[in-house]
């Protein structure tokens, strides 16, 4: 049977089973947008990405979601809880780290409901889940499937669950029948405790000034973190979860939706971390991602946000040893 002449639609409610069997908490179909709006996109180009420049190469791409899987019927966008305790002490890291690297967890949850899609149908559907992995705005997505709305911290947040979500979108040749959701429309109402709770002043005018975000400075920024930022930092040492902490939607957020984003780690021993352990101790986690000297300058800024100082070590590299310089040029 040639995909393009599949007689059947693939009911909605059966993906939307397997994906709350895996934990996502809430999920909608729609057929794949031929376009989005690019003004949003467009202006956090024009503010500035720093490091990103990857966002401006791939522009083009993320404003057609169809680029990823051009002969996709469906798109389904799905949203799974993640950790939404703090667990750790006052040198801080965000939540969503707490557990194992969601980039596998959640996108091997795609892959398996689709494979058992062409299971179950006896039909080769080809599919392309994304998970922060590929050129695609999986915000915005969810946004337009109706899972929530984008709030005044730049993030998706659904009235039910909140903002500790991880998003992750499905773009199927199998005719799913469309099923948006329900919501989409603005709630933040009067509410500003985000913009006036970020510690850099990053959130303005609804949006997010990427430079000037702790999370950007920690996790994607490759150099020395500018002194006047890095003072306010307020012991965050791996992404910032601060405009989600004071977000009134999430006061009743769910608990993870998979064990393995919940997390046993309460990394309060990071300080003892060296380079040569520092694979196997975050091993599985994307903490990893960032490679030890990275890790070590955040531990730096992050002490240094408190009033401490982190004595030197032996394995730092020119980007710690760069960043205490411009911490002491910068007090
Ligand atoms: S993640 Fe932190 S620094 Fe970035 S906008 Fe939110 S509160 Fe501000
Ligand atoms: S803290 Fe308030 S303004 Fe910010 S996203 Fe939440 S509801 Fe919206």
Same mark, same amino acid.
């Given at each position: ?7 059947? %639609? ?30 949003? +996109? ?21 404003? !057609? ?25 006052? @040198? *801080? ?10 980039? #596998? ?21 080809? #599919?392309?889940?994304?998970? !922060? ?99 306010? +930092? ?31 780690? *309460? ?6 971390? $060296?380079? %040569?352990?520092?694979?196997? #101790?975050? %091993? %599985? ?9 990275? +890790? ?9 946000? @408190? ?16 960043? $205490? ?7």
């Amino acid at each position: 049977m040639s995909v393009s002449s599949t007689p059947f %639609a693939v009911s909605f409610t059966e993906v939307a089973t397997a994906l709350a069997e895996a934990g996502f908490a809430a999920s909608a179909c729609l057929p794949p947008p031929t376009a989005l709006d690019p003004s949003g +996109f467009d202006r956090m180009l024009a503010d500035g990405v720093g490091d990103l420049g990857w966002l401006e190469e791939s522009r083009d791409k993320r404003l !057609d979601p169809r680029f990823l899987l051009p002969t996709a019927r469906a798109m389904i966008v799905a949203a799974i809880p993640h950790q939404h305790q703090a667990r750790c002490g006052d @040198l *801080r890291r965000a939540r969503y780290a707490a557990g194992k690297d969601y980039h #596998h967890v959640a996108r091997r949850a795609l892959g398996r409901i689709a494979a058992s899609l062409n299971a179950r149908h006896a039909t080769p559907w080809l #599919h392309r889940a994304c998970v !922060d992995s590929a050129p695609i705005n999986e915000r915005t997505l969810a946004r337009l499937a109706g899972l929530g709305w984008i709030g005044r911290n730049a993030l998706l947040i659904s009235p039910n669950l909140g903002s500790w979500l991880l998003l992750g979108v499905l773009l199927t040749e199998a005719p799913v029948v469309p099923q948006p959701g329900p919501h989409g429309a603005d709630r933040c109402g009067r509410c500003t405790a985000c913009e006036s709770a970020c510690p850099t002043r990053a959130l303005m005018d609804r949006r997010c000034l990427t430079e000037r975000c702790i999370s950007y400075l920690t996790i994607e920024h490759d150099g020395v973190i500018p002194a006047d930022l890095a003072r306010l +930092f307020q012991g965050w040492w791996f992404g910032c979860d601060r405009c989600q902490e004071v977000c009134p939607w999430n006061r009743k957020a769910p608990g993870p939706g998979d064990g393995r984003l919940a997390g046993d780690e *309460r990394d309060t021993d990071i300080l003892a971390v $060296r380079a %040569a352990d520092f694979d196997v #101790h975050f %091993a %599985a986690r994307a903490i990893r991602r960032l490679g030890y000297q990275r +890790f070590r300058r955040n531990l730096v800024v992050a002490c240094a946000s @408190l009033g401490r100082d982190l004595p030197p070590a032996d394995d730092e590299g020119d980007v710690v040893r760069a960043q $205490r310089v411009e911490l002491r040029a910068g007090v």
